[in-house]
């Protein structure tokens, strides 16, 4: 008797990688380099968009942008404890001659502690938060690189909060609430929230009173939201516990995006401190936090979730204008412009393109389609056609850009 047939074969889960590759939105090459990719131009729209974004959404919530070098003295890490406790991710020391080392940043948090402690400060002017997409290196071996996921050079939205104790959970509270913004506009869903703790070994930093402070701090918030959550012992950072936001890729792996973090142990280490009301001096507490993480990882995890449909606000070409023959050709030129003007990414897929059919399957991850015809060139109006298949009815051209412009600026998962 014959075997019985398997039947047909699961699709494969998306890759991110291959994705990648065949959207035309980043690759490798290995005279660049392992762990260092490269984005092509609908790439870096996705990125650019993600990165606006963010910032657009932290000045909102009361956050100031600061730029700072990628490199700093040995020196600097020294006393954040990143030497003692990270340096075997670090890159080795670039010698500048005398007893001068100068180190590729493999955190912002260092650069953030030395930006506060720059002037005096009050308690008037806290919480100071202060925020940067900063660059930053990681010597990551070449056997675990892989894609935009495990990368060696990293593009990082940090953030970090110089706060009393008192305004530390209110803090905490409010990065949990802005990572939850971001992911509804993104369309991710988090798969669970981890209190990472410390564990057993040398790596973390002493002081145990602090951790205990730390850790009821990030306790108190998640109760107060009514997020569960898990415990992971070994996964927090050399200087405090955090919450880390989990998220699963196509293929069921857990990866972390987001994270917030309580630390007393920088503040000290740098000896920052603010005037309080009492003239004397105090100690701030420091939250780090990242809404999206690493943007290589966070893009990463968009092309999967999404298989290049992003979210409108985030398509690479979000208006796809197909002239029927080279006689709409003119009008299918305007119209592109006037997308320019409010601000819309809009690319003209023409006859010399091939078929109509051709063309709007080629067109199959944009989010809205336009079909000129004679009537539709003369007439001004417009037959939107959206990527999920509905199609409306003719309507002036201006109303129909003003709806798509508004769900972009308005960051919408929602096409209509």
Same mark, same amino acid.
């Given at each position: 008797?014959?075997?019985?047939?398997? /039947?047909?074969?699961?699709?494969?889960?998306?890759?991110?990688?291959?994705?990648?590759?065949?959207?035309?939105?980043?690759?490798?090459?290995?005279?660049?380099?392992?762990?260092?990719?490269?984005?092509?131009?609908?790439?870096?729209?996705?990125?650019?968009?993600?990165?606006?974004?963010?910032?657009?959404?932290?000045?909102?919530? +009361?956050?100031?942008?600061?730029?700072?070098?990628?490199?700093?003295?040995?020196?600097?890490?020294?006393?954040?404890?990143? &030497?003692?406790?990270?340096?075997?991710?670090?890159?080795?020391?670039?010698?500048?001659?005398?007893?001068?080392?100068?180190?590729?940043?493999?955190?912002? #948090?260092?650069?953030?502690?030395?930006?506060?402690?720059?002037?005096?400060?009050?308690?008037?002017?806290?919480?100071?938060?202060?925020?940067?997409?900063?660059?930053?290196?990681?010597?990551?071996?070449?056997?675990?690189?892989?894609?935009?996921?495990?990368?060696?050079?990293?593009?990082?939205?940090?953030?970090?909060?110089? #706060?009393?104790?008192?305004?530390?959970?209110?803090?905490?509270?409010?990065?949990?609430?802005?990572?939850?913004?971001?992911?509804?506009?993104?369309?991710?869903?988090?798969?669970?929230?981890?209190?990472?703790?410390?564990?057993?070994?040398?790596?973390?930093?002493?002081?145990?009173?602090? &951790?205990?402070?730390?850790?009821?701090?990030?306790?108190?918030?998640?109760?107060?939201?009514?997020?569960?959550?898990?415990?992971?012992?070994?996964?927090?950072?050399?200087?405090?516990?955090?919450?880390?936001?989990?998220?699963?890729?196509?293929?069921?792996?857990?990866?972390?995006?987001?994270?917030?973090?309580?630390?007393?142990?920088?503040?000290?280490?740098?000896?920052?401190?603010?005037?309080?009301?009492?003239?004397?001096?105090?100690?701030?507490?420091?939250?780090?936090?990242?809404?999206? +993480?690493?943007?290589?990882?966070?893009?990463?995890?968009?092309?999967?979730?999404?298989?290049?449909?992003?979210?409108?606000?985030?398509?690479?070409?979000?208006?796809?204008?197909?002239?029927? /023959?080279?006689?709409?050709? *003119?009008?299918?030129?305007?119209?592109?412009?006037? #997308?320019?003007?409010?601000?819309?990414?809009?690319?003209?897929?023409?006859?010399?393109?091939?078929?109509?059919?051709?063309?709007?399957?080629?067109?199959?991850?944009?989010?809205?389609?336009?079909?000129? /015809?004679?009537?539709?060139?003369?007439?001004?109006?417009?037959?939107?056609?959206?990527?999920?298949?509905?199609?409306?009815?003719?309507?002036?051209? /201006?109303?129909?850009?003003?709806?798509?412009?508004?769900?972009?600026?308005?960051?919408?998962? *929602?096409? &209509?």
């Amino acid at each position: 008797m014959p075997a019985a047939s398997a /039947g047909p074969a699961a699709p494969a889960a998306p890759d991110h990688r291959r994705l990648g590759r065949e959207l035309g939105l980043f690759d490798t090459d290995p005279l660049i380099g392992s762990g260092l990719p490269y984005w092509l131009p609908d790439g870096a729209v996705v990125r650019q968009s993600l990165e606006d974004f963010v910032r657009a959404l932290e000045r909102r919530a +009361g956050y100031r942008h600061v730029y700072s070098p990628v490199l700093g003295k040995r020196e600097l890490y020294e006393l954040s404890g990143h &030497w003692a406790h990270y340096r075997e991710d670090m890159f080795p020391p670039l010698e500048m001659g005398g007893d001068e080392q100068l180190v590729l940043r493999p955190s912002l #948090c260092p650069h953030h502690a030395v930006l506060f402690r720059s002037r005096s400060r009050s308690y008037r002017e806290l919480p100071l938060r202060m925020a940067e997409l900063g660059d930053m290196y990681r010597s990551e071996r070449s056997g675990v690189l892989g894609g935009l996921t495990r990368v060696r050079a990293i593009r990082l939205n940090d953030a970090h909060v110089f #706060c009393t104790p008192e305004q530390a959970a209110a803090e905490v509270r409010g990065a949990l609430e802005l990572i939850a913004a971001a992911y509804r506009a993104m369309g991710v869903v988090p798969s669970r929230y981890r209190l990472s703790l410390p564990g057993p070994g040398g790596k973390y930093a002493a002081r145990p009173e602090l &951790w205990e402070r730390a850790t009821a701090i990030l306790v108190r918030v998640l109760a107060e939201l009514g997020l569960p959550y898990e415990e992971g012992v070994g996964e927090a950072a050399f200087y405090g516990p955090k919450i880390d936001v989990q998220v699963l890729d196509a293929a069921g792996r857990e990866s972390t995006l987001s994270t917030v973090q309580v630390d007393f142990h920088q503040p000290e280490r740098f000896d920052l401190h603010y005037a309080g009301p009492d003239g004397a001096r105090h100690r701030p507490v420091m939250v780090h936090r990242s809404v999206v +993480g690493s943007v290589e990882r966070a893009v990463a995890h968009l092309i999967e979730r999404h298989r290049g449909a992003f979210p409108a606000w985030l398509a690479p070409v979000q208006l796809a204008v197909l002239p029927l /023959g080279a006689e709409q050709a *003119e009008a299918a030129g305007a119209l592109a412009s006037r #997308c320019l003007e409010l601000d819309l990414r809009a690319e003209v897929l023409g006859a010399e393109r091939g078929s109509l059919g051709a063309r709007v399957r080629a067109a199959r991850l944009v989010p809205y389609q336009v079909v000129l /015809g004679p009537r539709e060139a003369a007439g001004g109006s417009l037959a939107l056609r959206l990527r999920d298949g509905r199609r409306l009815g003719p309507a002036p051209a /201006g109303e129909v850009l003003a709806r798509i412009a508004g769900r972009v600026r308005s960051h919408a998962v *929602e096409l &209509w």
